[in-house]
């Protein structure tokens, strides 16, 4: 499936449930058109892993991830030998007598003996097209690993040092996104269409809880938008995104709630706040304050 406008490339990701401006819609678009892989970053829970998910199921393509955390190498994210099997070798060779070395040394590296990890398997064909390799917060690694994708990323091919370069007979379509942690170097952005996924305004995020919690009252739907947006605004270690959204607007229907009420807040911040600290801090009369500057938002009147 190619997309030849930013129009069906919003309505591909959509179609999936997944609601975004023009803005991404556009370069989604260009990175698809143009081959270039694409750099997304924002806050922990906007929806930029779901961007490569939406693409894949939109597309009908093989989604591969590359999860990433400190200490990520090579053996990990592109390949690393079946070390196991090349012993049951070794030793099935030496039973049977007559061992030439050399050649004995020349079979153990071949594919046979190769474990593919994510990196490599997104460079070999796959069924119905290119995949989608998604980078997952690559800025949990550190820069070494950073210059080991410079090549897969700049010409789409793995090099082996016992079997050679492995290149990708299509390029996969690329997603890396950050929670930015830290600062990804310039040498790895250049190669990427970037875009910085943002909090959605109030009437966006209402119809993205539409679309992922479609049972929420219209009513419940715009107190919980408006408290959240709210909530941000506040003084946080960790602000509530899009994801938390959706969990509380499901926890609320879950216990029946038809409207906020601070004493339902109280019960329920563990689905929108994550860290003690920040739960403490809506503790006694904050929840209410916030609650009720989020209704006035509501009918400024």
């Given at each position: 499936?190619?997309?030849?406008?930013?129009?069906?490339?919003?309505?591909?990701?959509?179609?999936?449930?997944?609601?975004?401006?023009?803005?991404?819609?556009?370069?989604?678009?260009?990175?698809?058109?143009?081959?270039?892989?694409?750099?997304?970053?924002?806050?922990?829970?906007?929806?930029?892993?779901?961007?490569?998910?939406?693409?894949?199921?939109?597309?009908?393509?093989?989604?591969?991830?590359?999860?990433?955390?400190?200490?990520?190498?090579?053996?990990?994210?592109?390949?690393?030998?079946?070390?196991?099997?090349?012993?049951?070798?070794?030793r099935?060779?030496?039973?049977?007598?007559?061992?030439?070395?050399?050649?004995?040394?020349?079979?153990?590296?071949?594919?046979?003996?190769?474990?593919?990890?994510?990196?490599?398997?997104?460079?070999?064909?796959?069924?119905?097209?290119?995949?989608?390799?998604?980078?997952?917060?690559?800025?949990?690694?550190?820069?070494?690993?950073?210059?080991?994708?410079?090549?897969?990323?700049?010409?789409?091919?793995?090099?082996?040092?016992?079997?050679?370069?492995?290149?990708?007979?299509?390029?996969?379509?690329?997603?890396?996104?950050?929670?930015?942690?830290?600062?990804?170097?310039?040498?790895?952005?250049?190669?990427?269409?970037?875009?910085?996924?943002?909090?959605?305004?109030?009437?966006?995020?209402?119809?993205i809880?539409?679309?992922?919690?479609?049972?929420?009252?219209?009513?419940?739907?715009?107190?919980?938008?408006?408290?959240v947006?709210q909530l941000?605004?506040?003084?946080?270690?960790?602000?509530?995104?899009?994801?938390?959204?959706?969990?509380?607007?499901k926890?609320?229907?879950?216990?029946?709630?038809?409207?906020?009420?601070?004493?339902?807040?109280?019960?329920?911040?563990?689905?929108?706040?994550?860290?003690?600290?920040?739960?403490?801090?809506l503790?006694?009369?904050?929840?209410?304050?916030?609650?009720?500057?989020?209704?006035?938002?509501?009918?400024?009147?």
């Amino acid at each position: 499936m190619h997309l030849n406008s930013i129009d069906e490339t919003s309505a591909l990701l959509a179609g999936q449930d997944y609601i975004c401006g023009r803005d991404l819609s556009t370069v989604v678009y260009l990175a698809l058109k143009l081959g270039r892989p694409l750099f997304l970053e924002g806050e922990a829970g906007v929806g930029k892993t779901e961007i490569a998910k939406a693409l894949a199921a939109g597309l009908d393509r093989r989604l591969i991830r590359l999860q990433c955390y400190e200490g990520l190498d090579a053996s990990s994210a592109v390949y690393e030998w079946n070390f196991t099997q090349q012993m049951i070798a070794i030793r099935a060779a030496e039973a049977s007598g007559g061992v030439d070395r050399a050649a004995l040394t020349s079979d153990l590296f071949t594919e046979d003996f190769l474990i593919e990890r994510p990196l490599l398997e997104a460079m070999r064909p796959q069924p119905g097209g290119a995949p989608v390799l998604l980078i997952d917060e690559l800025d949990r690694t550190d820069e070494p690993f950073e210059a080991y994708l410079l090549e897969a990323l700049s010409d789409f091919q793995i090099t082996i040092p016992e079997l050679g370069t492995i290149a990708a007979p299509e390029p996969p379509i690329v997603i890396l996104t950050s929670n930015r942690t830290r600062e990804v170097h310039d040498a790895l952005k250049r190669r990427c269409l970037y875009h910085w996924v943002d909090y959605p305004s109030f009437e966006r995020e209402i119809e993205i809880l539409q679309v992922r919690a479609p049972e929420t009252a219209d009513a419940l739907s715009r107190e919980v938008v408006a408290f959240v947006q709210q909530l941000r605004t506040e003084d946080l270690f960790k602000k509530p995104g899009v994801a938390e959204t959706i969990d509380w607007a499901k926890c609320l229907l879950a216990l029946d709630v038809i409207s906020l009420s601070p004493e339902v807040i109280a019960d329920t911040l563990g689905a929108i706040l994550k860290y003690q600290d920040d739960i403490q801090k809506l503790q006694g009369s904050e929840a209410k304050r916030i609650l009720d500057e989020a209704k006035a938002s509501l009918d400024p009147a």
